[in-house]
């Protein structure tokens, strides 16, 4: 797969203090064999605006064509905004969409929104807000359909400090096969990731004698302690034989899961699904006094905790989630619970021998 380097370069927009970093394709090399179906890589974008005394040449595969910095000029009364240009030419007319994930701070003010243009200069698509607003590190995904598309542009209120880089990949189609019985799953799961995203139920449901009902399906930020923790209570009719509490978190330490609460005792941290090390949403936490670097991951994991039925009780019962230890501020979604009860058609086993004491 043939690559090019991509250089960095300054261009002023404003005064020479407010200077942002333009990433631009000066040159492609205009005798480069082109990409083939067989050898089409992925793409990763640094958008980070390193001063350039320390900044280094990154590489980009050759249907990247160019990445450029645009500083909209400051106006009375407008808010500014600042817009990354991504230039990109199909390797092969069978790729028509475009996996587009964007790693970026999600502040409130400042959550930014993709716009794909043809070579008329007319939008073909544009997503909304990207985001939760929750003032955390994350990224989210987006699938682009490339037909006639020749741009992609990030655009973002203020500098464009917010955002930090941008996996790209061409999807492939193919027939998949799926239970018309079972409820809505992502089919597609995004590269690197273990598992799909989670959404939750609508309304509570039962099926094979497992109960499941939504606690929360909004966004909930969740810190250390108990007292920023997300509270949630839920009511039983009867004893479940098991229960299993899942949702998912973002800003997690990778190493320090969010722990849980039942009833006012510490039932333990929760399981976490994580994906692929090659991520480029693992983003390492150093401090002078440590040793080593710790991980966080800038999106959403997949979370699990088997409650204890000893732990539950009939009439209600209350949930707390907090984050790990180390971690000062996370975020957790889509919770859900499931409660296992006995069924008419429930396989278990009577087991009758007994260890016998020592003698």
Not at 108 to 136: C, F, K, N
Not at 283 to 308: C, E
């Amino acid at each position: 797969m043939l690559f090019k380097t991509v250089a960095l370069f300054l261009f002023v927009f404003a005064v020479a203090s407010t200077r942002g970093q333009d990433v631009l394709v000066s040159s492609l090399g205009k005798n480069a064999p082109k990409s083939t179906e067989k050898n089409v890589e992925s793409a990763w974008l640094d958008l980070r605006q390193i001063p350039a005394a320390n900044s280094k040449p990154q590489t980009s595969p050759d249907w990247v064509e160019a990445i450029s910095l645009v500083a909209t000029e400051k106006a009375p009364g407008v808010a500014e905004k600042t817009i990354f240009r991504i230039r990109l030419n199909r390797p092969s007319s069978e790729f028509q969409v475009l996996f587009f994930r964007l790693f970026f701070d999600d502040n409130p003010e400042q959550q930014p929104r993709l716009i794909a243009w043809d070579e008329s200069g007319t939008i073909v698509m544009q997503s909304g807000p990207l985001g939760a607003g929750v003032s955390l590190s994350t990224s989210e995904s987006i699938m682009v359909p490339m037909l006639g598309v020749s741009t992609i542009d990030v655009e973002v209120p203020g500098d464009g400090k917010t955002i930090r880089g941008a996996y790209l990949d061409w999807m492939a189609s193919a027939e998949v096969l799926h239970p018309i019985s079972a409820e809505h799953r992502d089919l597609i799961p995004e590269p690197f990731a273990a598992m799909a995203p989670l959404h939750a139920a609508g309304q509570d449901s039962e099926r094979f004698g497992t109960v499941t009902a939504s606690l929360a399906e909004e966004t909930i930020r969740i810190g250390a302690s108990t007292s920023q923790g997300a509270s949630f209570q839920f009511g039983l009719e009867s004893q479940p034989l098991m229960a299993l509490l899942t949702f998912e978190v973002a800003g997690s330490d990778a190493a320090s899961p969010p722990e849980v609460f039942l009833n006012g005792e510490s039932i333990g941290t929760v399981s976490i699904t994580l994906p692929d090390l090659a991520d480029p949403a693992y983003r390492g936490v150093t401090t002078s006094f440590a040793r080593g670097m710790r991980f966080n991951y800038t999106g959403w994991l997949r979370a699990q905790k088997l409650v204890p039925a000893s732990n539950l009780k009939v009439g209600a019962n209350d949930v707390l989630i907090i984050a790990g230890a180390g971690t000062p501020v996370s975020a957790i979604r889509a919770t859900q619970i499931q409660l296992k009860y006995l069924w008419d058609k429930t396989d278990y086993q009577l087991q009758t021998d007994q260890l016998q004491p020592d003698r």
